[in-house]
């Protein structure tokens, strides 16, 4: 019989219900593509303003609520056993152009905004939408990363961090909203540097998957590492347009001297990991992919809808789909809501095997060994 370290045992037991942990047994390491774990959608939100909201509203209800959402600090959801985070940033390499949004200037009794004036520094910014939906727990992407990074050295042996970056640059076509910058290849660039400066070495680049192998997709449909060996690691994923991913991959064949993965057609080169949000209409589709050696990133709610119904069946659905990543905004339940909607794995565990790759159910150590 497996003998369980006591230290670990007692870790196990004291652990809060939202990260609770067990052991999976040394003889039975997992690869990276073997687990399933939940995150959050737009990590950095916080909520909009009353007034604000009152002034979306007014002009389309169904937007309203929508956004009505908001999130705890990064370093409060990674305590709380998310494993995937989302960033929305937007290139400002001269600083400003974020700094004074109509949801602020325009709306009477909005909360003042930035009295610190990050929002003037040079440097990617992170929020949702640009004039509306504009607060964020870290409005500069270096200060996301820093608390990301300092979290995960605080906690070296935690499973594989995935973070999802979408570079933001859709208009808004009304008078006085901010035209965002375009994400060109100097954009792109300018991302990876900055990646690469915030995780330093914790940073999983898709050279390392790649190792000898020909392509990207080689590679992963080989085999993932190990968990034991990418523990207290961190992956970004450019999740984004087709012609954003295009002139990212454009001069770097299977993502060769670039900092993050993308959402690639299996097909491709490139091919690792699969953004697949609808589960319930899909849900074949992502087995399909999981089987194959793909990660899947699905989603367990969208635009407040189901935490607003009570419906679990989308979230049911992901669970059922063997898609690795499981991104909801309502991992603690709303308390404004009467439905108690909260997305979870089964018993509250931060991470189990995956129901499609593995034919037992078991749960795997969150903390590490």
Known sequence: ??????KQIVACASALVLAACSILPPGEARRLNEIQFVGSHNSYKKAIDAPVMAAIAADDAG?????????LPLARQLDLGMRTLELDVYYDPE???YASPLGVTTIEGATPYDPDGEMKRPGFKVMHVQDIDFRSHCPLLRECLDTIRTWSVAHPDHLPLFVSINAKSD??????FVRPLPFDEAAFDALDAEI???????????DEIRGRAKTLREAVLSGWPRLDKVRGRILFVLDDSAAKKATYVAGHPSLAGRAMFIDASEEAPEASIRVVNDPVARGAYIRSLVRQGFIVRTRADADTVEARSGDTSRLEA???????II?????????RLDTGYVARLP???VARCNPVLVSRDCEVNSAGE
């Open 327 to 335: 991104s909801t905004d309502y991992y603690v339940p709303d308390e």
């Open 318 to 324: 992901a669970l059922a789909s063997g898609a690795q």
């Open 171 to 176: 208009v808004i076509d009304r008078p006085g």
């Open 196 to 206: 690469r400066f915030g995780m330093g070495e914790l940073l999983i680049e898709p």
């Open 1 to 6: 019989m497996t003998r369980i370290p006591v």
């Open 63 to 71: 937007v309203a609520a929508s956004l009505d959402y908001a999130h």
């Open 95 to 97: 600083g400003g152009r």
């Open 347 to 349: 018993r509250g565990v």
